[in-house]
């Protein structure tokens, strides 16, 4: 395995002494490159749909840090947004959309759904894969479908998703209704960014834990299966990283159900239980606090080494538990790179 890139090594299987490192969030709002270039792009969404500035962000972490995968920069609503529901984004107030609130706008975007909207992203793919470094592996991504419904019901985030858990209780039919089209839409999304030229895939669930057991393996594992189960008939040999934020305890029965090749973990996730108690098979993937991040110095150094400890000897790829907080000094991010790659001891 030791001509594959750092990241693919790691999701075949192999524990590597120094694990590759990439981070959630890596393009964005912490980067003075990424601001400079957004004050010039219009809208969030609009940046999204500019392959040359959305190319140009997912790159700009690669050459400032040199981090062994890129991630796509986009967001997981440009999938409502092909489906026809109407999103924007808020300046200080994050996404905004259209509710759904009839079985008719239900139905109405299995009818509406373009994937050809989304060819800006697929053309962000081809400018961005000819331009990384050859170690460097390609992330695509996409949310996934209960966090993605949670939006699209709601129109905006909420602190517990109370709106998109009302609506799956009160009219079930309903939501597994929505829940099917986001497969279906979301299936056929990885596999053109596969084809496109992403090298591994993310899948974000990031409002996973709010759910109770029986309604997490409805709304959570169950579409996450069909996801994975689908891009791999389709696509064999492209591994998929699967971050059910908040799974706690369902992680070791994901393990071994989900199909995944990596599983992420979350901030709250004690490492050494993950070792002990996910059973080997799929790589894991986490999970610096980033707040440990944003603090820097001995306390940033501490928690990199119980990391690397915990997961020592394991099939472990370096990340956070969630995304990169937009206040985090660059030096801290350095710190971190220096500190798992060995020059900062």
């Known amino acids: ?155 905006r985030g909420t602190p517990d998703q109370a709106p998109a858990r009302l609506f799956a209780y009160r009219r079930p039919e309903a939501f597994a209704r929505l829940i099917d089209i986001l497969v279906e839409a979301s299936t056929a999304y990885l596999i053109r960014q596969i084809d496109a030229g992403v090298e591994v895939l993310q899948l974000f669930d990031s409002w996973a834990g709010v759910l109770p057991a029986h309604e997490f393996e409805r709304w959570v594992a169950e579409p996450l299966r069909k996801i994975i189960a689908a891009v791999k008939a389709a696509r064999p040999g492209v591994p998929i990283i699967a971050f059910p934020r908040g799974g706690a305890t369902h992680l070791s029965r994901l393990a ?41 110095g001995p306390a940033l150094d501490r928690e990199i080494d119980s990391i690397l400890r915990s997961f020592a000897g394991r099939p472990h790829i370096f990340n956070l538990g969630h995304g990169v907080l937009p206040e985090t000094p660059l030096e801290h991010v350095s710190q971190l790179i220096e500190r798992i790659r060995g020059t900062g001891n």
């Not at 690669?62 to 890129?70: L, M, P, Q, S, V």
């Not at 400018?127 to 992330?139: A, H, N, Q, Y």
Request: hydrophobic content about 45%.
């Open 1 to 155: 395995m030791g001509d594959l890139k750092p990241l693919l090594a790691v999701l075949g299987g192999e524990a590597r002494a120094v694990p590759p490192i990439w981070l959630m969030r890596q393009a964005g709002r912490y980067l003075p490159e990424y601001q400079e270039l957004r004050a010039k792009a219009g809208s969030f969404l609009d940046t999204c749909y500019n392959p040359q500035t959305a190319a140009r962000i997912t790159l700009q972490p690669i050459e400032r840090f040199g981090f062994d995968a890129a991630i796509l920069f986009s967001d997981i609503l440009v999938v409502p947004d092909a489906l026809g529901q109407k999103v924007w984004f808020e300046t200080g107030h994050g996404p905004r959309l259209i509710p759904l609130e009839s079985d008719r706008d239900i139905e109405a975007l299995a009818e509406n759904f373009d994937l050809g909207k989304l060819s800006p992203v697929f053309e962000t793919i081809d400018r961005v894969k000819g331009e990384l470094p050859k170690s460097v592996t390609f992330i695509g991504f996409c949310g996934a479908p209960w966090t993605v419904a949670s939006y699209m019901i709601a129109g």
């Open 256 to 296: 071994g159900t989900l199909g995944a090749d990596a599983l992420g973990l979350d901030t709250a996730i004690d490492p050494d239980w993950a070792v002990k108690e996910i059973p080997a098979g799929p790589a894991l993937q986490g999970n610096l606090d980033p707040l440990a991040l944003l603090a820097g």
